[in-house]
């Protein structure tokens, strides 16, 4: 890791009627698997490298209207500034994926951004299980370098996923013991890289991810079992990160609301391995 970095980076994604997930470096950032209007904004300086970078927004509708339309925007703002309404764009891609030979256009760039469009690296993509807008742009400021970019390449095989599944299996028993301290302790690489990403003080970041609220609630909050059954091997970032789910893209650590019955809260974790141990990087 190095020093702060000038500016902090968000990303901005708009779907309107469409169920939708957004990636960075292929690490899942979010996913809204019924079609609904979204228009959602994260900070992703964590997620950013030197040089070239991608982001990748997937739909999956049974067919497009030619109203349909996805945004994606890259976003900076200065250490202080409020992201929600200080943050400038650095560009802007639309496409409309209803309309007959449509290509993504980049409708807005700042020139002086430290985050640039490649316009020869855009591309919307049509699969059998869904389609991809990828987004690929320059980042220009120099980062630290990450713990998703320092981690072991990692074989999709199933020795990596038992190896995998047998850390989730420790760490589910620390949350049924309700070691917090412990938890976050395993987190410590997370902590630090999320406190230099957003300019607060570690402590703040552990606060943010303490799970006390969860264990001080049993009465509100019941961990449920891990699956049996061998779960799904994800890798992401170069094949560096790693993280397993079950259904769909449910992650396997969750607890139940008790009193909302089909309602649960989920521990999203993403796991390099280095130095022979798997370690909690995002």
């Keep these: 890791m190095a020093q702060e970095t000038e500016y902090q980076f968000g990303v901005r994604w708009s779907v309107n009627g469409l169920a939708s997930s957004i990636d960075i470096q292929d690490i899942m950032l979010n996913f809204s698997g019924t079609p609904s209007d979204l228009d959602t904004r994260l900070p992703v300086s964590q997620y950013i490298k030197n040089g070239k970078n991608t982001v990748k927004l997937y739909t999956w509708p049974l067919e497009y209207e030619a109203d349909h339309e996805l945004r994606v925007s890259l976003l900076y703002w200065e250490p202080g500034q409020n992201p929600n309404t200080e943050a400038s764009t650095a560009f802007e891609v639309v496409m409309m994926p209803g309309v007959e030979d449509a290509k993504p256009e980049i409708v807005s760039t700042d020139p002086d951004a430290p985050l640039q469009p490649l316009q020869n690296d855009i591309r919307f993509s049509r699969y059998e299980d869904n389609d991809t807008l990828e987004v690929n742009f320059n980042n220009r400021q120099p980062m630290p370098t990450w713990c998703w970019e320092e981690g072991d390449v990692l074989r999709d095989n199933d020795a990596t996923r038992?190896?995998?599944?047998?850390?989730?299996?420790?760490?589910?028993?620390?949350?049924a013991a309700g070691d917090n301290d412990a938890l976050?302790?395993?987190?410590?690489?997370?902590?630090?890289?999320?406190?230099?990403?957003?300019g607060t003080p570690e402590e703040y970041v552990r606060d943010r991810f303490s799970y006390n609220l969860y264990f001080d609630n049993p009465d509100l909050y019941q961990l449920d079992d891990l699956p049996e059954d061998p779960m799904k091997l994800n890798l992401g970032a170069d094949n560096r990160v790693a993280w397993l789910t079950t259904k769909g893209v449910s992650e396997p650590i969750r607890f139940n609301n008790v009193l909302k019955e089909g309602r649960s809260s989920y521990v999203s974790l993403y796991f390099i391995r280095r130095d022979g141990q798997w370690e909690i990087c995002r």
Aim: charged share 25%.
């Design 162 to 175: 038992d190896s995998l599944t047998r850390e989730y299996r420790r760490l589910h028993a620390l949350f």
């Design 184 to 198: 976050l302790a395993a987190a410590s690489t997370r902590t630090q890289e999320l406190a230099l990403a957003s």
